[in-house]
């Protein structure tokens, strides 16, 4: 099941992509789509059942790479802005997506939900809103030739819907509990969140924004 959906949420964004939707959406739009499932995983049955869906969609994600630019599954995750190394820009994001999964759940167990709901939510609307409404981009990092640029109207994204998602944690998540750490320290946590974004270097943001929040919802609930 986890290797039939995950197939299926990569196939329906090139389809989209094959549509005439940018990338910039594309891209987001499996990201929405895989984050909102392991999110649902972690908070129903917990880590084994998220390392497994995780297999399944590395499977999907690496055979989208084996098959190369003009498949539409790879299409639908590679940046035409990320050329000539768009490929590299894929494979990044993953592992870092990896990283900061494995290392939220191995540190802080089931408050990573927290984590998974700030990324899957607030990373995902940062790209879109930049592309769609983006007039004050900065500069970040980049690990390679490949400028990149983010805006502060997507920062502004990040940090709304990085709220709205560490409200989903507290009111879905019996380890987290709102009343224990309050409003104000919400407000914290999404703002660093997406100050982690912000400076990120390009491709590594997955894995900061999934460590970051868990790891100070974690220290505000002990």
Known sequence: MGLAWSFAALWFSGR??????????????????IFGTVAGLQWLLGTKAVCLF???CSLVVFFAVWKGAGNLLYEA???EKDAPHRTFF??????TTLFGGLVSNILFGPVALAGYLVTGLGDAIGEPAGTMFGKHHYRVRSLSSVPATRSLEGSAAVFIMSLLALAIAAWVSPQISLAKFGILKLFVIAGASTLAEAISPHGWDNAFM???PTALVWLWMV
Request: cysteine-free.
């Open 16 to 33: 989209l992509k094959q549509l005439g939707t940018r990338t910039g959406y594309t891209r987001k739009v499996f990201h929405f789509f």
């Open 54 to 56: 995780g297999g399944m």
């Open 77 to 79: 995750m590679a940046r």
């Open 90 to 95: 894929i494979l990044v994001p993953y592992f």
């Open 210 to 212: 999934q460590i970051v």
